[in-house]
């Protein structure tokens, strides 16, 4: 498996601001992932974050919104621009750790309220 | 693209009963199939897996069964105990540009009764 962990663990934020969340992982990964997992539901891939390359993002999901860094191999942001209470969820980051490249182990997530 | 039903969306047994939880998916060209667990508070963690070349793993009390044909996938958990009582979560990927881009059930809430 993989150490994971996230900053900051929860936040509460006002409209129209921005939240940086970290995403820091124990040894060097190639893929890292960031999801959103809104309240009572699923999980949703936002983007996946190649060290070295733009992220690539899912439909629905847009840099300007939510850009993402990946300066190295074990180190990755997502900012969530310009809250709006609709992006109250947790954000969720995960990490490939496998020769196969198929399995994703999860750091504890950011809870997020946006007043 | 990939679509993954999961079934129930509540499960409640009393404990050292056993819990059936089942997904079916859409794409056959899916061909990784992790199970996840949530507890309040916390991330999914990863509780066992399976592939597309075998048809059922065991972990203990926890067991997977597949169905390629049917396109289906079922958690199993035997003699449940109070510790079980979590979010469970199916997922389907298969290769993409490199990545795999897991596709997840809706969840199931599992309480176990003592």
């Known amino acids: 498996s993989a150490v994971i962990s996230q900053k900051p663990s929860r936040d509460i934020c006002q409209r129209g601001t921005s939240l940086t969340i970290q995403c820091q992982v124990d040894?060097?990964?190639?893929?890292m992932f960031w999801y959103r997992q809104q309240p009572g539901q699923s999980l949703t891939l936002i983007a996946t974050?190649?060290?070295?390359?733009?992220?690539?993002?899912e439909s629905g999901f847009v840099i300007d919104k939510f850009p993402i860094s990946r300066p190295n191999l074990t180190f990755s942001t997502l900012t969530v621009s310009n809250m709006s209470p609709e992006d109250s969820s947790i954000y969720l980051c995960?990490?490939?750790?496998?020769?196969?490249?198929?399995?994703?182990?999860f750091g504890p997530g950011t809870r997020l309220t946006v007043l | 693209g990939e679509n993954v039903e999961q079934h129930p969306s509540t499960l409640s047994v009393q404990e050292g009963d056993s819990a059936v939880i089942k997904c079916t998916y859409s794409?056959?060209?899916?061909?990784?199939f992790p199970w996840y667990k949530q507890e309040l508070g916390k991330g999914p963690q990863l509780i066992i897996d399976i592939r597309s070349n075998v048809g059922e793993k065991k972990d203990q009390r926890i067991a997977v069964t597949l169905n390629k044909t049917a396109k289906h996938f079922s958690l199993h958990i035997t003699e449940t105990q109070p510790e079980d009582s979590a979010v469970y979560f199916c997922?389907?990927?298969?290769?993409?540009?490199?990545?795999?881009?897991?596709?997840f059930g809706q969840g199931t809430r599992l309480t176990i009764n003592p």
């Open positions: 040894s060097q990964v190639t893929m």
């Open positions: 997922a389907a990927s298969k290769g993409y540009q490199g990545a795999q881009k897991l596709v």
């Open positions: 794409d056959s060209a899916s061909n990784y």
């Open positions: 974050a190649n060290q070295g390359s733009e992220a690539t993002y």
């Open positions: 995960s990490v490939e750790r496998d020769p196969r490249g198929d399995t994703q182990y």
